[in-house]
């Protein structure tokens, strides 16, 4: 996690659809206005990268993620990181109406001491309780609460 | 021990009882105990420390009901365990709780007779009270918007140092960032109470005058982690914090407040990332925000393990 508000929207289109990426902090300084610009169909937002979100920056995810809503954009949540999860487990409104197609899962190895996030299989609503730790072959342990954690795949509602 | 003092315990789980009562003699002049509410001895009590899921209730209504009863009594410590975020929203919000201890495992003396202390002297500032002297403590002073990322990384840098690991680290930053926001844009008032920069944009800087320095401590002892924030104003109100917490708590559509400035959601966040949330209040004054995470065992730990919440008001230093 970077610990400062620096965050980074990129925007990219191609036919009818839009690549956003979202990195770093989001926070009171992110601004979402390249990504709201008339044009696509489609809009899928990247966020393997967000590693904090405060409390004023999730109102303006709220606000970007309903006027997509707003102007009959279909909206994909892809790559949504361990932070991005547990806001949306925390405002139910994070999420609105997106769907969500892949969402990483923190898993920590005892042995060695490692803690990384891994990507789950598309459409996944749990995560395996063990994977193998990529820095020493050990056991990794999923290091949340499953019913919790997956809460807000379950909570849509009106943003 | 305060003298004259008089404690009540209510708890149906007599063990804990036990175990409380032991805390208590060390903190109050005359203790009594009972398992149920319709035992409790005639008189008004200094302090009522009760435990919910000792009472064996059935539902949020009866738990509501049941606080209303003590509140008569004395001022009220509430052990709560597991206990569902409705339940907690209706006793912060309606009947303006504003102490509760997790109950979760053994009792936490030392956290135990450091709550009931405060609720009974008007000594509460300091998150010295809540770590052994051999804590490892860090102090950082602030007055612009502009030195918050610098904090942020020094909070950052300050728990991967004590061995946390990442996520516990994250936690105290955003705990942080939400006491730092609350302390240089919602605490400053002018001399008529009004809020100086409530309204502005946080993207707008802001600086304090020399005079108004806000002071960041932070605290390790290997079990938990801390962040105290002293304002210099004290303009934060008791309803403020208890309201904006079961708003939030209740996780309705109106949880997201849409005005530009509002504390409401900040308050949310440090709860939410932390094991214990204290507010000190001195109206006025100074307005302390104490977070501490307890880093014992893994996240998965930390996410399950009930919360504790204490608002302390006092008139002197
Ligand atoms: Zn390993």
Same mark, same amino acid.
């Given at each position: 996690?970077?610990?400062?508000?620096?965050?980074?929207?990129?925007?990219?289109?191609?036919?009818?659809?839009?690549?956003?990426?979202?990195?770093?902090?989001?926070?009171?300084?992110?601004?979402?206005?390249?990504?709201?610009?008339?044009?696509?169909?489609?809009?899928?937002?990247?966020?393997?990268?967000?590693?904090?979100?405060?409390?004023?920056?999730?109102?303006?995810?709220?606000?970007?993620?309903?006027?997509?809503?707003?102007?009959?954009?279909?909206?994909?949540?892809?790559?949504?990181?361990?932070?991005?999860?547990?806001?949306?487990?925390?405002?139910?409104?994070?999420?609105?109406?997106?769907?969500?197609?892949?969402?990483?899962?923190?898993?920590?190895?005892?042995?060695?001491?490692?803690?990384?996030?891994?990507?789950?299989?598309?459409?996944?609503?749990?995560?395996?309780?063990?994977?193998?730790?990529?820095?020493?072959?050990?056991?990794?342990?999923?290091?949340?609460?499953?019913?919790?954690?997956?809460?807000?795949?379950?909570?849509?509602?009106?943003? | 021990?305060?003298?004259?003092?008089?404690?009540?315990?209510?708890?149906?789980? !007599?063990?804990?009882?036990?175990?409380?009562?032991?805390?208590?003699?060390?903190?109050?002049?005359?203790?009594?105990?009972?398992?149920?509410?319709? #035992?409790?001895?005639?008189? !008004?009590?200094?302090?009522?420390?009760?435990?919910?899921?000792?009472?064996?209730?059935?539902?949020?209504?009866? @738990?509501?009901?049941?606080? #209303?009863?003590?509140?008569?009594?004395?001022?009220?410590? @509430?052990?709560?365990?597991?206990?569902d975020r409705g339940a907690l929203a209706g006793l912060f919000g309606e009947h303006g709780l504003s102490n509760v201890l997790a109950r979760s495992g053994d009792l936490d003396a030392a956290d135990l007779l450091v709550t009931v202390q405060k609720i009974l002297r008007g000594d509460v500032f300091g998150i010295d009270k809540y770590f052994p002297a051999t804590a490892r403590t860090h102090r950082m002073e602030v007055r612009a918007s502009t030195e918050r990322d610098g904090l942020l990384e020094a909070t950052r840098a300050f728990a991967l140092a004590a061995g946390a690991q990442g996520r516990f680290a994250d936690l105290l930053c955003n705990?942080?960032?939400?006491?730092?926001?609350?302390?240089?844009?919602?605490?400053?008032?002018?001399? =008529?109470?009004?809020?100086?920069?409530?309204?502005?944009?946080?993207?707008?800087?802001?600086?304090?005058?020399? %005079? !108004? %320095?806000?002071?960041?401590?932070?605290?390790?002892?290997?079990?938990?982690?801390?962040?105290?924030?002293? =304002?210099?104003?004290?303009?934060?109100?008791?309803?403020?914090?208890?309201?904006?917490?079961?708003?939030?708590? #209740?996780?309705?559509? =109106?949880?997201? =407040?849409?005005? !530009?400035?509002?504390?409401?959601?900040?308050?949310?966040?440090?709860?939410?990332?932390?094991?214990?949330?204290?507010?000190? @209040?001195?109206?006025?004054?100074?307005?302390?925000?104490?977070?501490?995470?307890?880093? #014992?065992?893994?996240?998965?730990?930390?996410?399950?393990?009930?919360?504790?919440?204490?608002?302390?008001?006092?008139?002197?230093?």
């Amino acid at each position: 996690m970077t610990s400062s508000t620096a965050s980074q929207v990129t925007v990219s289109d191609e036919g009818e659809g839009r690549l956003v990426t979202v990195r770093g902090a989001i926070t009171e300084a992110t601004d979402f206005t390249a990504a709201l610009s008339a044009g696509p169909k489609r809009v899928t937002v990247e966020l393997s990268g967000v590693d904090r979100v405060n409390s004023f920056g999730v109102r303006g995810w709220i606000r970007f993620v309903k006027a997509l809503s707003d102007a009959g954009v279909a909206c994909t949540l892809d790559g949504v990181s361990v932070a991005m999860v547990r806001q949306m487990n925390m405002i139910p409104q994070a999420r609105g109406g997106a769907a969500v197609r892949t969402i990483y899962a923190p898993y920590y190895c005892e042995q060695c001491d490692d803690e990384r996030a891994l990507t789950l299989a598309a459409g996944a609503t749990s995560a395996p309780e063990q994977a193998t730790c990529p820095s020493c072959g050990g056991v990794m342990e999923f290091d949340d609460v499953q019913a919790t954690y997956f809460a807000f795949l379950g909570e849509q509602r009106a943003s | 021990m305060t003298s004259g003092a008089r404690a009540l315990i209510v708890d149906r789980d !007599e063990t804990h009882a036990r175990a409380v009562t032991e805390v208590l003699a060390r903190a109050v002049h005359e203790v009594e105990s009972v398992t149920e509410l319709a #035992r409790v001895p005639a008189g !008004e009590f200094d302090l009522v420390v009760a435990s919910f899921d000792g009472l064996g209730l059935e539902g949020t209504a009866a @738990l509501l009901q049941r606080f #209303r009863e003590l509140r008569s009594r004395g001022r009220v410590l @509430l052990f709560i365990g597991a206990v569902d975020r409705g339940a907690l929203a209706g006793l912060f919000g309606e009947h303006g709780l504003s102490n509760v201890l997790a109950r979760s495992g053994d009792l936490d003396a030392a956290d135990l007779l450091v709550t009931v202390q405060k609720i009974l002297r008007g000594d509460v500032f300091g998150i010295d009270k809540y770590f052994p002297a051999t804590a490892r403590t860090h102090r950082m002073e602030v007055r612009a918007s502009t030195e918050r990322d610098g904090l942020l990384e020094a909070t950052r840098a300050f728990a991967l140092a004590a061995g946390a690991q990442g996520r516990f680290a994250d936690l105290l930053c955003n705990a942080c960032d939400e006491m730092l926001t609350n302390a240089l844009y919602n605490a400053p008032v002018d001399r =008529d109470g009004k809020p100086r920069y409530a309204h502005l944009s946080r993207v707008n800087p802001v600086t304090l005058e020399p %005079t !108004e %320095t806000v002071v960041v401590t932070l605290a390790s002892d290997g079990q938990e982690m801390g962040i105290s924030v002293v =304002d210099p104003f004290g303009s934060l109100k008791v309803p403020t914090i208890t309201q904006y917490l079961a708003k939030c708590l #209740r996780r309705g559509s =109106d949880l997201v =407040d849409e005005k !530009e400035g509002g504390a409401g959601l900040g308050l949310y966040y440090v709860f939410e990332a932390v094991s214990h949330f204290v507010v000190n @209040l001195q109206a006025g004054a100074r307005t302390e925000m104490i977070g501490i995470v307890d880093v #014992r065992g893994r996240y998965k730990d930390f996410v399950q393990r009930a919360k504790s919440f204490n608002v302390f008001v006092t008139s002197s230093a």
